[in-house]
């Protein structure tokens, strides 16, 4: 099932789906379609070019950051525990001795900034891994990071079987319920946010948004309309979360209590 999800993902991105397009324009075209086939591969440059610019990437951002606004750690109520999401580290493999942090690696330093604001007296950090390809879990990878940010080890639970968001939620609920706890932070990327929060909802939780690595906009101009491969990769990201979004249950998390 997740190499099938990983497929459909791939035909649906932005890249994907270009390709997908020019393949049936040349069959069209071997076919003597010929008007079709221009059309669609009008289309599909049409389509690659208006995901790889960033002004795509603001509106998209706009979209699904606008319900979680950003909150400095101490805006955020105490609860007993907080969740950090893998996503945000890459374990190491036989090549490589550390783990490599990528764009979404705030969700580890925003977790440890709510620890020593005293928000939770436990992190658990949400993350498995293909044994084929790495030699330890995304879990254990964020564990390292957050030992040299100052947070001891006695405060960290690992969570190292889940392969999704989907898993994130349920293993992540069974460790919880055997402490007895129901409401917690749960950090990610913002725009991995609702759909996150959506699945720790149907796992029996009451999870409230602490969310991080927001899209900050720039002042470009003209610049805003040049394709760029950084660009592509961040909006075809934001654009599987905001479609999980629109095909998803409906989201109604947790009121905050005080803090």
């Known amino acids: 099932m997740i190499i099938l999800a990983k497929l459909a993902t791939a035909v649906l991105s932005p890249l994907g789906s270009s390709l997908l397009l020019g393949l049936i324009g040349l069959i069209l075209g071997l076919a003597g379609r010929r008007q079709l086939a221009w059309l669609c591969g009008a289309l599909g440059i049409v389509w690659l070019w208006f995901w790889s610019v960033p002004a795509a990437g603001f509106w998209l951002a706009g979209q699904i950051s606008a319900p979680f606004p950003p909150q400095a750690p101490q805006q955020l109520p105490h609860t007993e525990?907080?969740?950090?999401?893998?996503?945000?580290?890459?374990?190491?493999?036989?090549?490589?001795?550390?783990?490599?942090?990528?764009?979404?690696?705030?969700?580890?330093?925003?977790?440890?900034?709510?620890?020593?604001?005293?928000?939770?007296?436990?992190?658990?950090?949400?993350?498995?891994?293909?044994?084929?390809?790495?030699?330890?879990?995304?879990?254990?990878?964020?564990?390292?990071?957050?030992?040299?940010?100052?947070?001891?080890?006695?405060?960290?639970?690992?969570?190292?079987?889940?392969?999704?968001?989907?898993?994130?939620?349920?293993?992540?609920?069974?460790?919880?319920?055997?402490?007895?706890?129901?409401t917690v932070l749960l950090v990610t990327s913002v725009s991995h946010m609702a759909r996150s929060l959506a699945h720790f909802q149907q796992a029996g939780l009451k999870p409230i948004?602490?969310?991080?690595?927001?899209?900050?906009?720039?002042?470009?101009?003209?610049?805003?309309?040049?394709?760029?491969?950084?660009?592509?990769?961040?909006?075809?990201?934001?654009?599987?979360?905001?479609?999980?979004?629109?095909?998803?249950?409906d989201i109604q998390w947790h009121a905050q209590p005080e803090s």
């Open 209 to 249: 948004p602490a969310a991080t690595d927001y899209k900050l906009p720039y002042k470009g101009g003209w610049r805003h309309w040049i394709p760029d491969t950084d660009d592509l990769d961040d909006n075809a990201k934001m654009l599987k979360e905001l479609i999980g979004q629109w095909i998803g249950p």
């Open 81 to 182: 525990a907080i969740v950090i999401l893998g996503g945000g580290i890459i374990p190491p493999d036989n090549n490589h001795l550390q783990p490599d942090l990528n764009k979404a690696a705030d969700r580890i330093w925003y977790g440890a900034q709510l620890y020593h604001a005293g928000k939770a007296p436990l992190i658990i950090l949400s993350g498995g891994h293909n044994p084929q390809l790495h030699t330890i879990s995304a879990a254990a990878a964020m564990q390292q990071l957050l030992r040299d940010l100052g947070v001891p080890e006695a405060a960290i639970l690992l969570e190292e079987r889940s392969r999704n968001t989907q898993q994130n939620a349920q293993f992540s609920a069974a460790l919880l319920q055997q402490r007895d706890i129901q």
